[in-house]
């Protein structure tokens, strides 16, 4: 016997908890109308970017995630907020701070330093965060290069070491609390990436679109039965969303040995 299909409109109100308890009702609609800051989302991407919010518990309304799109030949990105992030960290048991800052460099020496304000005559080449978790005897650590991420963005020219800072707290907070934040990427993660930022362009309101139940189905089940981003964009729109972003696991060891940044094994300050 034939299953007949059902159809589910965009305006069907999805209800969930976020993250921080707050009730959040989501539909593809509000998303395009309200959330879609390129103004390019299809009604499939904008009912994926609702699985994807309740799967991950978040609350586009509080700020804690953003979809960006503005090619029609791309698929949207998904971006999370540096304060969701230092938030979800924070509800690990094991969680205990961290310390973050900037590499400098000067007479041939680099240093990593607490805070972002460098000694007068250093050149700014990087930023760190150590995060420091109950029951490991030593900090999760990230230093990231400046070159690989500052790629000549306004805002990158604006305040380059608030930005580096940032990537590298995110980084290092991901890496620490996978379970938490594994395959979530922020705005500035993301701006690192891109030759330009396009300003938001208003539209008028499109005609509703109805999406098939299978579809809605496929991209739910997508979304339980994998572990990362990728994995989940994959297999819903057959590549993935977040593109070219740098590999943020870079390995501290290899790169102190190669001379690219300082050896920063020392007790915490």
Not at 76 to 81: A, M, T
Not at 228 to 252: I, N, R, S, W
Request: with cysteine; glycine share 8%.
């Amino acid at each position: 016997m034939v299953k007949p299909k059902v159809e589910k409109k965009p305006d069907d109100l999805v209800q969930y908890k976020a993250f921080d308890g707050q009730v959040v009702k989501l539909n593809g609609n509000i998303v395009r109308r309200y959330l879609d800051k390129g103004g390019k989302m299809t009604g499939e991407e904008a009912n994926f970017a609702v699985a994807f919010c309740r799967a991950h518990q978040l609350d586009p309304f509080r700020g804690d995630v953003s979809f960006i799109k503005y090619d029609v030949n791309k698929t949207p990105s998904i971006v999370i907020s540096h304060a969701h992030v230092l938030r979800r960290a924070s509800s690990n048991p094991k969680y205990s701070g961290f310390q973050s800052g900037v590499v400098v460099q000067k007479d041939g020496e680099m240093e990593c330093i607490i805070g972002g304000i460098a000694p007068q005559g250093a050149t700014l080449v990087g930023g760190w965060c150590d995060v420091y978790m109950d029951g490991y005897p030593h900090p999760i650590s990230m230093r990231l290069p400046m070159g690989e991420y500052n790629k000549g963005q306004a805002t990158w020219k604006a305040m380059p070491t608030t930005m580096i800072i940032k990537c590298a707290e995110v980084a290092s907070h991901r890496k620490a609390c996978s379970a938490e934040l594994g395959g979530l990427y922020t705005n500035e993660e993301m701006t690192a990436t891109n030759d330009s930022t396009p300003k938001k362009q208003w539209r008028e309101e499109k005609p509703q679109e109805v999406v098939e139940a299978d579809v809605v189905e496929k991209i739910e089940e997508t979304i339980e039965s994998s572990d990362t981003l990728e994995e989940v964009t994959e297999g819903v729109f057959g590549k993935v969303v977040v593109e070219d972003v740098a590999d943020e696991h870079h390995e501290d060891e290899e790169m102190v040995a190669a001379g690219q940044l300082p050896d920063t094994s020392k007790p915490r300050r």
